[in-house]
């Protein structure tokens, strides 16, 4: 198998699918190619217009894709993301897990339900 070609977070931004042009997502460091796709896409196209030369992982995630789905994805690899930005994208996700995870264990939301679930 031959090596995928590398993208920057800046390359990738580039094909927005602003003026008919191509729409690339960025999913778990994994660049595709969702130009032809975004017609069929069962969510609509609006999703992946959503997050169109940006970073869909958390977005793909949330949903809950089947497996199929996860199979047809690899139909539209095209490359992958250059080690600096792979590092960049990890330490963006462990900031939001860990602002999350502040957010669930303090007195925020939690608090306005149920007194009893805070300490």
Known sequence: ??????YSLKEVAKHDGKNEG???IVIDDMVYDTTDYKHKHPGGK???EEYAGQNATRGFEEIGHSLDARRML?????GELVEEDKISNRRKENNVSTKMKTQRNGRGFLSVLCFKCVT
């Open 22 to 24: 191509s729409l690339w």
């Open 74 to 78: 690899k139909t539209l690899l095209v």
């Open 1 to 6: 198998m031959s090596e995928l070609p590398r």
């Open 46 to 48: 609006e999703l992946l």
